[in-house]
């Protein structure tokens, strides 16, 4: 099993200039538990990671996860940039599910990177997909729309990157995800 862990930057569609991208690997949970190491290290459990944030007590953990992508095996990064003026939205007039053309937009660049990936690559054969959980139609129909587009694809959950644990701490898909959207700002 190939697991994923995916979020966006601007809005789909919408915003001039919009990306897509995926951390993934095999050993999900070596990666977490690392994470979430790091971020104890750092005195971060209890703060999101966010390129665009100016709580500057993120430096040390920014630098100290990226340094961790960049040595690690198994932890891999793929990313989609969108460009609205060489993007065709009429491409999405005829859909089934009756969105808009951003949503289509999310959608098919989500479905677009997800099926450039392939899991026996990875010596894999299924594809389990983490995403953040946001509040609209498009979000809601994205795991049934990449399942029916991608056979590989086992299942898909919308997960909430600002999730923590009892205590207030990050919890491990959280950070996959928040980890993901760091990496394509």
């Known amino acids: 099993m190939l697991y994923f862990y995916g979020d966006e930057s601007n ?38 990671l966010k390129y665009a944030s100016t709580d500057y007590s993120q430096i040390l953990f920014a630098l100290r996860v990226i340094d961790y992508f960049l040595e690690t095996n198994d932890l891999y990064f793929k990313i989609i940039i969108k460009d609205n003026e060489f993007f065709n939205n009429s491409y999405f007039r005829k859909n ?28 894999q054969n299924k594809k389990l997909v983490n995403i953040d959980d946001k509040g609209f139609r498009g979000n809601v129909i994205l795991p049934k729309f990449l399942k029916e587009k991608d ?29 993901a959207d760091f990496l394509q700002e």
Not at 18 to 44: D, N, Q, V
Not at 160 to 177: H, P
């Open 11 to 48: 809005t789909p569609g919408h915003d001039q200039i919009w990306a897509i991208g995926f951390i993934f690997t095999s050993t999900p949970a070596i990666h977490m538990r690392k994470i979430s190491k790091l971020r104890k290290e750092c005195s971060y459990e209890f703060r999101e």
């Open 96 to 123: 089934k599910y009756k969105l808009n053309n951003n949503d289509m937009a999310y959608l098919s660049a989500y479905s677009e990177l997800l099926k450039s990936i392939n899991p026996i690559k990875y010596e």
């Open 151 to 179: 056979e590989s694809v086992t299942n898909v959950y919308r997960r909430d990157s600002k999730r923590r644990k009892r205590d207030g701490a990050f919890c491990d898909v959280s950070n996959m995800i928040q980890l």
